[in-house]
């Protein structure tokens, strides 16, 4: 193995790692925390889960979201390497990267604490539940990106 393939295979372990973090937290926290909250905890105890909650959490979500940058131009640069057909690649990538930058700014703006996107935390769970179906495109798009790759390595 060259060492660029080593990098590829420890890239792609850190970009499917942030994945499983930031999407696994926000499913956890979308259909299980915010249920279980909202069913037993008082109002002004849930007026002081959510800040601690949101503090934490949103560290998480700015090294995934900037490992998942990193990480995803990176292995695109291998899929340009490696010398993918143009088409279909090109396009399901563009659909994938307009879905990442808004899976990208909807974990930020929710774990934001600024008055700018207010509105948009007022309304969480539809925003998460959001969050959680693009994310699960998004992952089937990889998958259809993979295929096209390795679809052009063989030949």
Do not use: C
Request: glycine share 6%; no cysteine; net charge positive.
């Amino acid at each position: 193995m060259e060492p660029i393939e080593i990098t590829a295979v420890l890239v792609r372990w850190i970009h499917l790692s942030a994945v499983v973090v930031a999407i696994g937290g926000a499913v956890f926290m979308r259909f299980v925390l915010m249920p279980a909250a909202h069913a037993a905890l008082s109002d002004d105890a849930k007026k002081q889960l959510h800040p601690r909650l949101v503090g934490r959490w949103k560290h998480f979500v700015h090294v995934n979201v900037t490992l998942l940058f990193l990480t995803g131009a990176f292995n695109i640069y291998m899929a340009v390497r490696d010398g993918v057909h143009p088409m279909p690649y090109h396009a399901i990538l563009t659909v994938k990267l307009i879905l990442a930058l808004t899976v990208f700014f909807l974990a930020i703006a929710l774990t934001g604490t600024g008055p700018g996107f207010a509105k948009l935390r007022a309304q969480r769970a539809k925003w998460m539940t959001v969050f959680v179906v693009l994310a699960a495109i998004i992952i089937l798009l990889s998958g259809v990106l993979k295929a096209v790759h390795f679809s052009a390595v063989a030949s």
